[in-house]
Every structure is written in structure tokens, then in C-alpha cells.
């Protein structure tokens, strides 16, 4: 596999999706990336954007197994990790496996699970491991947590702190649909399709558990210039020091900056990262991990437009 297979492969998989997807070829591009990279993603967006239907395309896509988890107010670790349960004729305990010992897991509007039951799934994300009764339980690679929540509804909801949001990879703002989107999907309704049976609508898979593995092989190999080490490190450092912000980019916001536009750069079929590549994975990278003022939000700023002003601050490299 090399770059021109990246790309081809990453063309594949947008080609299939467009058969079920519509007008979310950015977000579903970024679900492509943060696979690759390693990472987990938090969809946000209100009810009915098919932020649930990109994340069963992707495991489609993929051949992995997907698992759904809809998240409420009285759901316990337990209900993710699982538990001990005393098996009487072996005189033994045994592990009863919970729903995160899966490749590809929804965790459905995080945020309305207690902060007890969201510390044990993000441990679980960051250590790729599940500890229990004081044995370790690896989690099967390739290992991904797509996590939803809703922008507008807030009660009987837990939101994220900075500390556990840190552990996404990617923010991803799923909008609703322009009108010739929300037309296009309107007409393929009306033609039959089911969003609930993706059989139907044709998908191939296009890669594998093992095809995953060596395509983050190859986007490690990437090249990537002094100059563009240099100019993610200044963007996080710029993020510090601005009056817009309590909280800048974190030491892990610029790693996982330069991870993922290696992989974004292999998918576009090129052997290195260019400043374009970093400006376009920088706002999915630090839209969550940033914490503006008082003041910016007054003054109408969102998490967006302030990424903007600290990119017009730091010279691009050429």
C-alpha cells in the first residue's frame, strides 16, 4: 500500500457512503481520518442530522463490529464495561463482556450519562483497556468511540468537562442540510430507501480490520518539514497567550494536530503535510479543548472564529 492507494482508498469510501449519505462527506471524512489516526470523535448536532447513520456507514465500510449504546441518566459503568459474575459449577468468577468490547462503538448523546459512568468509558478510550476487579482486559483493535450530543437540549444532561473532552480526537459540527441536500434526501425516501436497512441501499465493504492497520502504517511514514512542526507548535503557543481565551491547545491538542494531517495528507495521496492540511484538521482538533472568555462570547465570538484569529497571527510556512 502506498499513497496513491491511500487516496484511492479513501475515494472508495466516499463513493460508497454518497449511496446512503447526503451532503456529509466533511464529516464523514473526518470519521475516515480520526479511524486511521487512532482516534475517537464527538458528533454534535441536533436530533435527525444522521449522525447515527454515518457512524453504522462507517462500520459497514470497514468490516468492523458496531455497537450501540444509548446513554441515560441512570446508566452505570457496568452498563459499558460489564461485570464479575460467580459461576457455580467451576467455583470461579468470569468476565460478563459489556458492550465496549467492540471495534466501533456509538456512545448516543454521552452527555446524558452521570459522570461516573462517563470517566469509566473515557478511561477505557485512553488506555484502550478495560480494568476490572483488578484484571486488565484489552479492548480488539481497530478501537473507535463515536460520541453524540445535542447543542440545544441541556436538562437532565451531564456536559463534558475540558478534562475528559481532551480525550477526542475530533469535534465534529454535524449542521442540518442546504436545501438541495435536504431535497436530495427527501427524493431518495420517497423512492424507498430505509436508513435502517443499509443492506438495501448497496454497501460494499471497502476495508478491513487488517487494511486499517496498514494504512496507519503508511501515514506514519509521512513526511513532514521542520517549518510545519514549527507552525502547529506556534499556533498552540499563540492559543495561551490569547485574550480571547482561558484555555489554549494542550500539549496532546498538538499531537493529535500533526497526526492527523499525516493521515489527511495520505488520503489526499501525498507523502507529505502541507500548511493547508493543518489549517483544515486544526478546528476539529481545538474547537472542544479551547475555553473562551466571557468577554469573546459577548462579543459574539464561537470556538471557530477565535482559531481564525490565532491563524492570522502566526506567519504560514512556505
Do not use: C, W
Not at 466533511?26 to 464527538?42: K, M
Not at 484484571?135 to 478534562?163: C, D, H, K, W
Amino acid at each position: 500500500m502506498n499513497p496513491s492507494d491511500l487516496r484511492n482508498l479513501h475515494l472508495r469510501l466516499r463513493q460508497e457512503a454518497d449511496k446512503v449519505l447526503v451532503g456529509l462527506s466533511e464529516p464523514f471524512e473526518l470519521l475516515v481520518v480520526a479511524l486511521l489516526t487512532g482516534g475517537h470523535v464527538l458528533l454534535e448536532g441536533v436530533p435527525g442530522t444522521a449522525k447515527t447513520l454515518m457512524a453504522k456507514t462507517l462500520a459497514r465500510l470497514v468490516q468492523t463490529q458496531f455497537t450501540r449504546i444509548q446513554f441515560t441518566p441512570d446508566m452505570m459503568p457496568s452498563d459499558i464495561l460489564g461485570t464479575s459474575v460467580f459461576d457455580i459449577n467451576s467455583g470461579k468468577f468470569y468476565l460478563k463482556r459489556g458492550p465496549i468490547f467492540t471495534n466501533l462503538l456509538l456512545a448516543d448523546e454521552i452527555n446524558r450519562a452521570p459522570a461516573k459512568t462517563q470517566s469509566a468509558l473515557l478511561e477505557a478510550m485512553e488506555e484502550r483497556q478495560v480494568n476490572l476487579d483488578g484484571t486488565r482486559y484489552p479492548l480488539s483493535a481497530p478501537f473507535m468511540v463515536i460520541a453524540t450530543q445535542n447543542p440545544i437540549e441541556y436538562e437532565g444532561t451531564y456536559p463534558l468537562p475540558e478534562a475528559q473532552l481532551d480525550r477526542f480526537l475530533f469535534k465534529v459540527l454535524v449542521p442540518y442540510s442546504p436545501l438541495e441536500d435536504e431535497l436530495e434526501i427527501l427524493r431518495r425516501y420517497h423512492r424507498g430507501f430505509d436508513a435502517h436497512d443499509l443492506d438495501a441501499a448497496g454497501l460494499q465493504p471497502v476495508l478491513s480490520a487488517d487494511g486499517v492497520a496498514r494504512a496507519r502504517e503508511l501515514a506514519v511514514q509521512v513526511v513532514v518539514e521542520e517549518g510545519i512542526l514549527n507552525y502547529i507548535a506556534q499556533i498552540a503557543a499563540v492559543s495561551r497567550r490569547s485574550t480571547d481565551l482561558i484555555l489554549g491547545a494542550s500539549p496532546r491538542a498538538s499531537t493529535h494536530v500533526l497526526l492527523a494531517s499525516k493521515v489527511y495528507a495520505a488520503l489526499q495521496g501525498r507523502d507529505y503535510v502541507s500548511p493547508d492540511d493543518v489549517k483544515y484538521i486544526l478546528f476539529p482538533v481545538l474547537r472542544h479543548r479551547i475555553v473562551l472568555k466571557p468577554e469573546a462570547e459577548i462579543e459574539g465570538l464561537d470556538a471557530d472564529a477565535v482559531i481564525q484569529r490565532l491563524l492570522r497571527q502566526v506567519e504560514v510556512p512556505r
